[in-house]
């Protein structure tokens, strides 16, 4: 939406805006970091994991709520519960919200990484490799998990919206001392983008199936479960955040002796937000 409309050449006409496409929220962060790019679209989790591993970066405003990641089997698959996993291939993206949903998934049932063979692979490749047979899950990603449960029959075999962690646009701190005003403008952009949305859903289904080159129906459902309330980072964004410090610890995602919840406060930087946010 905010590229479409061109909303931040509108904000910033005097400045170079370049879009670029990464296949999932660590790529973005590695852009982010090698500074690349100025600001970072991706899931809430993998922001936390970067800043834990000692990348100095703020997310500094909520994109939306997406529940976007499930674990997918295939329409014929005999794997009905998250127990029939056990020495199970499971397709996943590393140090994304999908492979994080995996893990805290299995958690709860009491098995963890070891009790599955997890093969790290990009989402899209994730996607075919579940289609043809040559793993037996996938940590699955919209809009590639709707396009799947439409287009061959792909069953959500785990859900949970509370492992989902939010959409967010994080920025390297040292850009945010620099560049304030970039930062301000650029929340706006996105704050009149999310307002859009909510006000024109229809469109934004078309919007997205014509940029992701998918059917409508691929984008009309992945939509249905995409909630754009949400802007600001906070405590409620903090406490889901939090949620995940116990599978990063265990799972050595973190380095040891890292205390997550402080580093969930850390990477929250919500005066930005607040500041651009009407």
């Known amino acids: 939406m905010v590229k479409d ?3 931040l050449e509108k904000a910033l006409p005097n400045t170079q805006i370049k879009w ?10 590695e852009y982010l970091n090698s500074n690349s790019i100025d600001f970072a679209s991706t899931a809430g989790l993998a922001a936390v994991l970067s800043r834990a591993n000692g990348s100095p970066i703020k997310t500094v405003y909520v994109q939306s709520q997406p529940e976007w990641t499930a674990l997918v089997v295939s ?13 199970k291939k499971i ?4 140090g994304t919200d999908p492979f ?18 997890l093969v790290h692979l990009q989402h899209p490749d994730g996607k075919t490799a579940l289609e043809r047979g040559q793993v037996d899950a996938w940590a ?18 785990y859900r949970n919206v509370g492992f989902n962690s939010y959409c967010v646009l994080s920025i390297k701190e040292e850009f945010g001392k620099q560049s304030p005003e ?35 129906p691929v984008a009309q459902l992945q939509l249905s479960r995409t909630n754009f309330e949400q802007n600001i980072p906070s405590a409620t964004h903090a406490k889901a955040l939090k949620r995940s410090g116990k599978i990063l610890t265990e799972e050595d995602l973190v380095r040891k002796g890292t205390d997550v919840n402080q580093v969930v406060d ?10 651009a946010v009407k």
């Open 140 to 157: 699955g990603l919209d809009p590639l998990m709707a396009s799947a449960q439409i287009q061959s029959g792909a069953k959500l075999l």
């Open 100 to 117: 994080l949903f995996t893990l805290q998934a299995l958690d709860t049932v009491g098995l963890s990484k070891r009790d599955v063979q």
């Open 182 to 216: 970039a930062v301000d403008a650029v929340i706006k952009a996105y704050e009149q983008a999310r307002k859009w949305a909510k006000a024109n859903p229809d469109k934004v289904a078309a919007l997205l199936a014509r940029e992701s080159k998918l059917p409508l």
């Open 20 to 29: 670029v496409f990464s296949q999932g929220s660590n790529r973005s962060l």
């Open 5 to 7: 409309q061109k909303l």
């Open 266 to 275: 850390q990477l929250l930087d919500p005066r930005f937000a607040q500041k």
């Open 91 to 94: 397709a996943a993206t590393k």
């Open 75 to 87: 329409q014929n698959s005999s794997i009905k519960t998250l127990k029939d996993l056990k020495g």
